[in-house]
């Protein structure tokens, strides 16, 4: 029986990740906080190890012997500048942790979930991994720091780490509560005041995490892959998830307005140092049409595509199953 490791095994993809090593039997570890929230992992009984990625004794100390998959997966995505020193401890800082342990510990395969915001402002569309990264000069905080994540994967493979890079765009489906899980409890709630005009690019969780291991089991080494999926705009997007909630459809919000309400919130979170649910950093991402392509995760890792409103269903049916709407 092979064996895998996985950090935030306790999130949206994490979940979606051990769920398909289960099925693939393996044998799964987890390292968790110990203020984690481990009941929905349980379905799938993967050995839970508590643990800290700020410490590589921690991690080393968790790993299997003889492990043939690691999956760091755990990343902070907050788009709050107020969170920029957590930003770096949790994305560059503990990735860097995660390599040395790696290393240390002599891992077969390594797997970095990243993401398509580590190309920044894309110096040509659509996004392909032949496309220079520019995630380094990015003023957003999560941008930048999932850039220098990878920065640190690749100093690990200049040592000798067998390490592949998964990078997806927007994710919808089942295990998400915090991402656009809270976009559905926004638009129940009355607290979205309209649709921004962007668009981008939607892969679903299970298929996302098919990738994750395709890419451990068959990936090249030192290769990145974008996972992309079907072009939609946050519009159709919005108005797919209204329709689901029995709401009426989200008036489009101009993106000078949308980055003006941003500026504003800002301003005010000086004072609160809360993050707002509308920063310049999600104002900014949100105006964007960012058109991702998956070619070569197609072709070498047998990546799909689904349709948005069945990836949407996937969400809600679950938001609903564990009450969360």
Known sequence: MKTAFVTGGTGFIGQHVVE??????????????????TSRLR????????????????????????????????ANTSQWSGDRARLERDNVENTRNVVEASLRCGVKRFVLTSSE??????????????????????FIDYERTKYLGEVEVRRGID????????????????????????????VRDGKIPGAPPGSGSWGWGEQIARAHVAA??????????????????????LGEVARLLGKKPLPAVPGVILKGLGRVNALVARFTKKAPDVTPEIAHVACEH????????????????MPVEFMLQDCFDWLRAERLI
Do not use: M
């Open 20 to 37: 398909q090593l289960t099925g693939a039997g393996y044998r799964v570890v987890v390292i968790h906080r110990s203020s984690s929230n």
């Open 43 to 74: 379905r799938w009984a993967p050995t839970l190890v508590e643990g800290s990625l700020e410490s590589v004794d921690s991690i080393a100390a968790a790993i299997p012997e003889g492990c043939d998959a690691l999956f760091h997966i755990a």
């Open 117 to 138: 915001s580590a190309w920044g402002e894309p110096a040509r569309q659509p996004l392909d991994e032949t496309v220079p990264q520019r995630g380094a000069e990015s």
């Open 159 to 186: 040592r000798g780490l067998q390490a592949v890079i998964c990078s997806p765009a927007h994710v919808l489906g089942r295990y998400d509560e915090n991402s656009w899980g809270r976009t559905f409890r926004l």
């Open 216 to 237: 451990a089991e068959r990936g090249r080494v030192g290769e990145n892959y974008l996972l992309g999926g079907v072009q939609a705009r946050y519009t159709d997007v």
């Open 290 to 305: 960012r058109v991702v392509r998956s070619d070569k995760a197609i072709r070498e890792l047998g990546y799909a595509t």
